[in-house]
């Protein structure tokens, strides 16, 4: 019953280093996204997928990589870490193919860019 | 482009006291529309949704939210706040044959005893 769950919850890293950011869903969701939240900017959509191998980008893809090779994975990558890149990521996932619904969130990781 | 625009970045009440955030977007046609709540160190929880039909929807926790076509805002209410109730709220919107989900910029909510 775990849900949606995200590793690291923290993370410190430095400058042109490589992160992955990890997303797992237990409902077999269709949908599934990252975004990432700022102070007074909400939360900004990252990327996004329908389904296993299919990815789009969001508003502020930049800089971030993802991959769906299975539908309840959905990991973050960036490639090459700067510290505008410092901020807390969710992922979420929804459950119903071609329609809007609700969306679940994880717990967030907090990534910090030296 | 869409857009969601919460005017409000910050509002105090009283526990006790009535509620109202503000949300209005930006959209050509009717929207889904979502409230979210945030509490600290949490990620988002779903407090209600509107996708059609009666215009005033009921959520948990006691919230409920209008959408008004007219005024392209759908605000969230409460009549009687509780200190449990301070947290983030984000208005979200979805067009219509899509999913990619717009937020706002988000409300905090502080209560006072």
């Known amino acids: 019953d775990a849900g949606i769950t995200q590793s690291p919850r923290y993370k410190i890293t430095e400058t042109g280093r490589q992160v992955t950011l990890m997303c797992h869903q237990t409902?077999?969701?269709?949908?599934m996204f990252w975004y990432r939240q700022d102070l007074g900017h909400g939360l900004r959509l990252i990327y996004y997928?329908?389904?296993?191998?299919?990815?789009d980008k969001g508003e502020v893809p930049d800089g971030y990589v993802v991959s769906r090779s299975k539908t309840e994975n959905f990991p973050l990558t960036l490639e090459s870490a700067t510290r505008s890149q410092t901020s807390v990521y969710f992922c979420?996932?929804?459950?119903?193919?071609?329609?809007?619904?609700?969306?679940?969130f994880g717990p967030g990781t907090r990534l910090t860019v030296l | 482009a869409q857009s969601v625009t919460q005017p409000d970045i910050h509002i105090t009440v009283s526990e006790g006291a009535s509620l109202e955030l503000r949300c209005n977007y930006s959209y050509g046609a009717t929207p889904y529309l979502f409230w979210y709540v945030q509490s600290p160190g949490q990620g988002l929880q779903l407090l209600l949704k509107y996708f059609s039909g009666d215009t005033l929807v009921q959520g948990i926790k006691g919230f409920e939210a209008e959408f008004k076509r007219s005024q392209s805002s759908f605000n969230l209410r409460k009549p009687s706040v509780h200190w449990s109730d301070a947290a983030e709220y984000f208005c979200a919107v979805v067009h219509t044959g899509g999913f990619k989900t717009i937020f706002g910029a988000g409300t905090r909510l502080f209560v006072k005893a």
């Open positions: 979420a996932s929804s459950g119903i193919a071609g329609a809007p619904d609700t969306q679940y």
């Open positions: 997928s329908a389904a296993a191998d299919i990815t």
């Open positions: 409902w077999s969701h269709s949908y």
